[in-house]
């Protein structure tokens, strides 16, 4: 069983950073495609930002050239950078962990108000 545990959400105001993290209790993170998901209020999930196995990267065109998707393989755990943050970047944002299943985290809030 994977399990996903992300961190660093919180309350910014407009042209803001934050950093999530997304911690993974696997034996290697390596072999899994990791990405990132939000899901605002009323709206279905949408891709954020997928990094591969071999750390190809991808984006929403929403958040191309602010964001930037990471992972540290000896420490099990992927990162998302955000800058430049936008009201309409708040959601509730989800780690993802991919090798033949999808396993989830249970997300962490992101809102960017003034």
């Known amino acids: 069983q994977v399990k996903l545990v992300e961190s660093g959400g919180g309350l910014v105001q407009p042209g803001g950073s934050l950093r999530l993290s997304c911690a993974a209790s696997v034996i290697s993170l390596s072999i899994y495609n990791m990405g990132w998901y939000r899901q605002a209020p009323g709206k279905q999930r949408e891709l954020v930002a997928r990094i591969t196995t071999g750390f190809t990267t991808n984006y929403a065109d929403s958040v191309k050239g602010r964001f930037t998707i990471s992972r540290d393989n000896p420490k099990n755990t992927v990162y998302l950078q955000m800058n430049s943050l936008k009201p309409e970047d708040t959601a509730v944002y989800y780690c993802?962990?991919?090798?033949?299943?999808?396993?989830w985290g249970q997300g962490t809030q992101v809102t960017v108000s003034s």
């Open positions: 993802n962990a991919n090798y033949y299943y999808d396993y």
